[in-house]
């Protein structure tokens, strides 16, 4: 074998790995979406499946079954709940529900962080988190994102303390909570809705917007 035939081969082996790559890089976001997707599907048809089943066995048709048809309800259910919430009297009808849930011992200690941290992602106002910002977890020059949740009196200080929530990736419906000094955490320029795509995407969609913090940077606070 001569010494043209031995450089062609890492060559050819070179190009191979790339085209295969590439190849990757454009079936792997396709066939993950597919599996979430499929996932949620399956979540939702098989949410209303007993009570379709049970409605259609009372019916005389045990075998009943249309795939999709779960789906569909849960589907139905979940925008009836939605405009039931946008009224004045399905809002009414809402917290009273809420509140003999939350009246439950056990329940509630479940229920009631849920419900709270649900609504503080989807918040369009204030209600919601208030801005994201960089805080140094779980060790000194390791940047962790959080959510500003909230405020914690400091005993002898005159400014507060906050409560941050630190998410976890892929899923931010999990996390830690975090009281962190004023003096120790570092504002950015990110949405809540930029935060969180970084965080479903484990790192792989980074905003342009965000800036890591440098020593001769802008003094930490929020």
Request: hydrophobic fraction near 45%; glycine fraction near 10%; proline fraction near 9%.
């Amino acid at each position: 074998m001569n010494e043209a035939s031995e450089r062609k081969r890492p060559n050819r082996l070179q190009r191979l790995r790339r085209t295969v790559m590439a190849g990757l890089t454009v079936i792997a976001p396709l066939w993950i979406t597919g599996v979430v997707i499929k996932t949620l599907f399956g979540w939702a048809d098989g949410f209303s499946a007993p009570l379709i089943h049970k409605t259609a066995g009372g019916l005389g048709y045990p075998d009943f079954h249309i795939p999709g048809l779960g789906f569909a309800l849960t589907f139905l259910i979940l925008w009836a709940v939605g405009g039931l919430a946008a009224n004045v009297v399905g809002r009414r009808m809402l917290q009273n529900a809420r509140e003999a849930i939350e009246a439950l011992p056990l329940v509630r200690t479940i229920y009631a962080p849920v419900r709270q941290l649900m609504e503080a992602m989807t918040s369009p106002d204030k209600a919601g988190f208030e801005k994201v910002v960089l805080v140094e977890y779980p060790r000194t020059g390791l940047w962790t994102l959080g959510f500003l949740a909230g405020d914690v009196p400091r005993t002898d200080y005159d400014t507060p303390s906050h409560s941050i929530f630190v998410p976890t990736a892929p899923n931010p419906t999990t996390g830690f909570m975090l009281i962190v000094p004023p003096e120790q955490l570092h504002s950015t320029e990110l949405g809540v809705e930029e935060a969180l795509k970084m965080i479903v995407s484990a790192g792989v969609v980074v905003p342009p917007s965000l800036c890591l913090p440098t020593e001769d940077g802008p003094p930490a606070g929020v």
